[in-house]
């Protein structure tokens, strides 16, 4: 059976009237402002969590959640979002989601505690997921001739890698400029665009038959992702305990409720047949995992280079430009690339390329500076632009027309979930470890404020903070130490990236190798 490319799937609307290719372009270029928000945001963040710690003291849990609570609940609602987008109109859903992410972001920026900034990531997460379900859906109506739409998706996707390479940049700078709240309020001039213009650029879809909203459903979605995060942190951050295994198996009850429940709606909120499709199946599996490398990576580098290297958090961003253009560059190359050989050839060679990259972290030596970690990274973000463009492609592509907005909700929240169990999977790993392996050297309790001893056994930038307020001597064996311990967990989360990378590598071509090339 001959597998169409994703670009070509009709939209549910039937398509816009004619319009001219100016303002199909121009209407694009507005859409890219919240695909490229939503992918910075996932990894602006992570360059300011220094300067947090330094702010609001936040213990290794906080530290966590502060990160993955906007993903959490981005990647719990996308599905559920998209389906509201086609009963109320996909325009009219981005530019509500639009309105409250900016607001939002303006008030997150002055959190002044810890539980705070969680709770504002989590509400951003609410408006985030109104955004993405309705680009892609409004890509393919404004664009219906198949090869102009075939370059307005492979920006799309770009968009998705490039934001995520671009973030450390705009988050170091603006962290080492200004203060750690300014990774927000970016989000404000970004919207304004949009905000100024969509409603005269971007015409409105929606699905003309749409099934009823499911409120069931959507508790259910949320009841799954939630208490398996929380699992995953809790266990390994803690080892095996009641209340880890127990949200795990919680959220695992609820997965088996939520799919039943889909089994028995005539609209179900989410198609449980798309997943029949081993093309499908496979595709949303390399999607989560190339996100999930790509993700984990930039977690453990940004902290490496700015409290081992010592590197200012700006420089730390510049250094991963050409991560960032090698992501964009080989997520655009590989369009005509799949005309010549077979996709599942293509995404099993950028998993490879990830697993290349863990491998330098695994087996190489971290003593000789950030270069070889530099060069791990531009590696990945290759492997990481192929896979993520084509899996896209591949989830749209292998779904029956009449399904094809359900098919890109799901590769968005695959996205998500990729993003957000790299952080908090390797995350939890790394911190686990760091505390396992920290040997600090004795006679601190008498010189340290009990907070500071805390959170030096907490984080690696707790560790350095209080390496600050230590004589010279002292000072470099803390940081001595906290730095071995941190580097021990980095090879160990490496290494499991490294084995997840090569496995999805030989499944993706195996799996894969018999969907025909593109025509």
């Given at each position: 059976m001959t597998t169409p490319p994703s670009i070509l799937a009709p939209a549910l609307d039937g398509g816009p009237a004619a319009r001219s290719p100016r303002r199909d372009w121009l209407a694009l270029g507005l859409l890219m402002f919240p695909v490229l928000l939503v992918a910075v945001d996932n990894t602006a963040l992570t360059f300011a969590l220094p300067a947090i710690t330094r702010a609001l003291e936040p213990s290794g849990v906080h530290l966590l959640w502060i990160i993955d609570s906007y993903p959490l609940v981005l990647a719990g609602l996308l599905v559920s979002m998209g389906s509201l987008g086609d009963r109320i109109g996909r325009r009219r859903l981005l530019m509500i989601g639009s309105t409250g992410f900016a607001a939002l972001s303006a008030a997150t920026a002055f959190a002044p505690t810890a539980e705070w900034l969680i709770a504002g990531r989590a509400a951003l997460g609410f408006f985030g997921a109104m955004l993405m379900p309705s680009t892609l859906s409004l890509i393919r109506n404004i664009f219906p001739e198949p090869n102009r739409r075939r370059m307005a998706v492979a920006l799309w996707a770009a968009g998705f890698s490039g934001g995520a390479a671009l973030g450390p940049i705009f988050g170091g700078w603006l962290v080492e400029h200004l203060w750690w709240g300014a990774v927000f309020l970016v989000a404000v001039p970004l919207m304004l665009p949009l905000l100024v213009l969509g409603r005269t650029l971007i015409p409105e879809s929606k699905d003309p038959s749409p099934g009823?909203?499911?409120?069931?459903s959507i508790l259910l979605s949320m009841l799954v992702m939630v208490p398996m995060v929380y699992g995953i942190k809790d266990?390994?951050?803690?080892?095996?305990?009641?209340?880890?295994?127990?949200?795990?198996?919680?959220?695992?009850?609820?997965?088996?409720?939520?799919?039943?429940?889909?089994?028995?709606?005539?609209?179900?909120?989410?198609?449980?047949?798309?997943?029949r499709n081993r093309v499908f199946s496979m595709a949303i599996s390399a999607n989560i995992l190339a996100l999930f490398s790509f993700n984990g990576f930039i977690l453990f580098l940004a902290q490496h280079l700015q409290l081992i290297e010592g590197v200012s958090p700006s420089a730390a961003g510049v250094a991963m430009i050409p991560a960032l253009a090698a992501t964009v560059v080989s997520g655009l190359a590989v369009v005509p690339l799949v005309r010549k050989v077979r996709p599942g050839y293509v995404v099993g060679a950028g998993l490879a390329f990830s697993a290349t990259g863990y491998s330098l972290v695994t087996f190489g030596n971290h003593d000789g500076g950030p270069a070889l970690l530099l060069a791990a990274l531009l590696i990945l973000a290759l492997g990481v632009g192929t896979a993520e463009t084509i899996s896209n492609d591949l989830i749209l592509g292998s779904a029956p027309p009449e399904k094809s907005g359900a098919a890109a909700a799901i590769s968005e929240t695959g996205y998500e979930v990729g993003s957000l169990l790299g952080t908090a999977v390797l995350g939890s790993i790394l911190t686990a470890s760091y505390q396992h392996n920290l040997r600090l050297p004795a006679g601190l309790d008498g010189m340290l404020p009990g907070t500071s001893l805390h959170n030096a056994k907490e984080t690696l930038a707790g560790a350095m903070e209080a390496a600050a307020g230590l004589p010279g001597p002292l000072a470099d064996a803390v940081r001595d130490a906290a730095a071995a311990a941190f580097d021990s967990g980095v090879h160990i989360t490496a290494a499991i990236g490294l084995v997840l990378m090569a496995t999805a590598a030989v499944l993706a071509a195996v799996v894969l190798r018999k969907v025909p090339k593109a025509a």
């Open positions: 009823k909203v499911d409120v069931p266990v390994a951050t803690k080892g095996p305990d009641l209340a880890g295994l127990g949200s795990m198996a919680f959220g695992v009850v609820m997965g088996v409720a939520f799919v039943r429940r889909q089994h028995r709606l005539d609209h179900p909120l989410l198609d449980m047949s798309l997943f």
